[in-house]
Nanobody, 124 residues
Framework: QVQLVESGGGLVPAGGSLRLSCVVSGRTFSSYAMGWFRQAPGKEREFVAT????????YHADSVKGRFTISRDNAKNAVYLQMNSLKAEDTAVYYC?????????????????WGQGTQVTVSS
């Protein structure tokens, strides 16, 4: 059974920073790409960032490029999302997800396991 557990969300003022973490159970973490998505109230889930199995390829949504950074530590079965210069429009539930393979993807249908989500609220 694969489980993903996110942590690190919270309430932060605009301009502040947060670091989200996602720990994945299982021994084959390093074989899969990982991604972060988010969903704001009344909106569809949207892509935030993705990283390949070895960290060699990363992609970030245009809306977060230059402010957010995805990274991973395969020794710890963990993926991270460093979020700087947060804006009110970044307020959402953030989900980490495990890819179906090693390659990165920006579409949610290429991910098969999801965490429960962690709330990020940015006050303006």
């Amino acid at each position: 059974q694969v489980q993903l557990v996110e942590s690190g969300g919270g309430l932060v003022p605009a301009g502040g920073s947060l670091r989200l973490s996602c720990v994945v159970s299982g021994r084959t973490f390093s074989s899969y790409a990982m991604g972060w998505f988010r969903q704001a109230p009344g909106k569809e889930r949207e892509f935030v960032a993705t990283i390949s199995w070895n960290g060699g390829r990363v992609y970030h949504a245009d809306s977060v490029k230059g402010r957010f950074t995805i990274s991973r530590d395969n020794a710890k079965n963990a993926v991270y999302l460093q979020m700087n210069s947060l804006k009110a429009e970044d307020t959402a539930v953030y989900y980490c997800a495990r890819g179906k393979g090693t390659l990165v993807s920006m579409t949610s249908d290429r991910y098969d396991y999801w965490g429960q989500g962690t709330q990020v609220t940015v006050s303006s």
